[in-house]
């Protein structure tokens, strides 16, 4: 006879979880309220009651300059939301050896699936050895022009993607939309934002794998989780920074990601870097200052709303950092392509974000702004597509030409993005902004041709000392 216990054990975590988070949300949001609307503003004889107000929109009603810290714990909460219960059932399924001794059924094969991969029964196996490069195969050559045309698809797709996501993003966060009776106001919640690009991606990824047949997925699920949640923190700082930086300052500011990462690795793992490195990395620091000094912006000029941008670009190039440090730990020890990690970051972010917004009422508050404002719709729908090609595009031209090629890419339109910015918003940047902007580039630039130079010469080196220690002649390809 089946033992139901330990699923019934596991619902009841679910279920205990979503109760908890319906009495925290209703207790938030009336420490939140001021009190009864009606005892606020009594209703006028006659007239339509007014709505009660959701956690989201309650959390809006407070200043720019603290809002943002009210809403970063509120989504946060809202996410741990997912990962409390997720950490019980897993403790429970490795304290009971859940997944060995349970029958097949449709909960077990997920939470088998969920913690440690298809094709095993014990929990974070990582894999020995797979197919690594048996999904590339050997690249047919192409002729120069069919390089070319190559290039120039992968710089397009690139370059269209994500301008348009750059200038969409600036628009949505920082430009008003008109509603009834011609009222205009400001799309505030960045949460939203991240959920319908992300919803998308995963939609898109995954339709991608179901249609072209990839090599068996052996990662437990639950190890994008990590990824997942330090990919959408990155993304909600980016979007909340852009209420109090305009976005050319947001776009150099990403250039400067090294320094900390340089600071961190002297530290901590005691790395020794080159001169250039360092050389670029003071150039970069002098042309942001240059920049900074010399960019001026009316809407956002106090020393408040500076200071909490810097922070929150700040908490952006942290949790960015971590992204891909985490992601490339995944691709060693485990086989996965590209598109499957896309897939499950999505899908984590699709349900951390979702869970978040139902929570405090988001859902409800970003519709009634969509249904009021029409090309508000459009363009959170354009941004989610180009986001999510953009992403595919990334991939593909890092499997196609290599991450140097993809990072001249990227700063070119990092440059271009700037200039579009200026020229639609009507950002000023004075002479000394654009020397620093010159300078930011200019050290990427060279960063990226020093390190190649760097690495040729150490191949030919160590081609030397092969050669002249063997007797069979080498052909360099």
């Known amino acids: 006879m089946r033992n139901y216990v330990p699923d019934i054990i596991i619902l009841f975590i679910i279920i205990v979880t979503v109760t908890i988070v319906q009495l925290v949300s209703q207790i938030l949001h009336e420490t939140l309220a001021d009190g009864p609307l009606d005892l606020i503003a009594p209703p006028v004889e006659g007239a339509a009651p007014k709505p009660e107000l959701s956690l989201s929109q309650l959390i809006d009603q407070k200043s720019k300059e603290y809002s ?104 949505i966060m920082t430009q008003e939309y008109e509603g009834p009776e011609k009222r205009k106001s400001h799309f505030k919640d960045s949460q939203f934002l991240v959920f319908s690009n992300r919803v998308l991606g995963f939609m898109i990824t995954a339709v991608y794998l179901m249609a072209k047949r990839q090599f068996r997925h052996r990662a437990p699920l639950y190890k994008y989780s990590y990824a997942s ?40 793992s005691r790395n020794k870097y080159e001169f250039y490195e360092y050389l670029t990395a003071v150039m970069i620091s002098v042309g942001m200052i240059f920049f900074l000094t010399g960019s001026t912006d009316e809407s956002k000029t106090t020393a408040m709303t500076t200071l909490t941008g810097v922070l929150l670009l700040t908490f952006y190039m942290i949790f960015d950092s971590f992204t891909s440090n985490w992601q490339g730990e995944l691709f060693k020890s485990y086989s996965m392509s590209s598109i499957q990690m896309m897939c499950g970051v999505n899908l984590f972010s699709t349900l951390f974000t979702g869970a978040s917004l139902a929570m405090q009422g988001g859902f409800y508050s970003s519709l009634v702004f969509a249904v009021d404002h029409p090309k508000f719709v459009i363009d ?42 200026c020229l639609i918003y009507q950002h000023r940047i004075s002479f000394l902004g654009v020397i620093g902007v010159l300078i930011v580039f200019l050290a990427i630039f060279l960063r990226v041709y020093c390190n190649q130079r760097l690495k040729a010469i150490k191949q030919r080196h160590q081609s030397a000392q092969s050669g002249g220690s063997s007797s069979k002649p080498r052909i360099n390809v």
């Open 380 to 421: 959170c729908v354009v941004l989610s597509i180009s986001s999510a090609i953009g992403q595919l595009f990334i991939f593909y031209t890092i499997a196609t030409f290599g991450a140097v090629v993809f990072t001249i890419i990227m700063t070119l339109r990092q440059a271009v993005a700037i200039l579009v910015s």
């Open 68 to 171: 943002w810290v009210l809403r970063l714990l509120v989504n946060l909460f809202g996410y741990f939301c997912i990962f409390i219960p997720g950490v019980l059932i897993y403790k429970y399924a490795k304290r009971t050896k859940y997944m060995e001794r349970s029958e097949r059924s449709h909960l077990s094969s997920l939470v088998k699936f969920c913690f440690s991969g298809s094709g095993s029964d014990s929990l974070d196996r990582p894999l020995d050895g797979g197919p690594s490069g048996a999904g590339k195969g050997a690249a047919s050559k192409r002729t120069t022009a069919q390089e070319c045309a190559l290039l120039c698809y992968c710089l397009v797709g690139l370059m269209g993607s994500y301008l348009t996501w750059g200038v969409l993003q600036e628009k």
């Open 229 to 268: 949640f330090s990919n959408i923190m990155s993304a909600w700082f980016q979007y909340e920074a852009l209420k109090f930086v305009n976005f050319p300052t947001q776009v150099l500011a990403k250039s400067c990601k090294i320094i900390p990462v340089m600071i961190m690795g002297k530290i901590i």
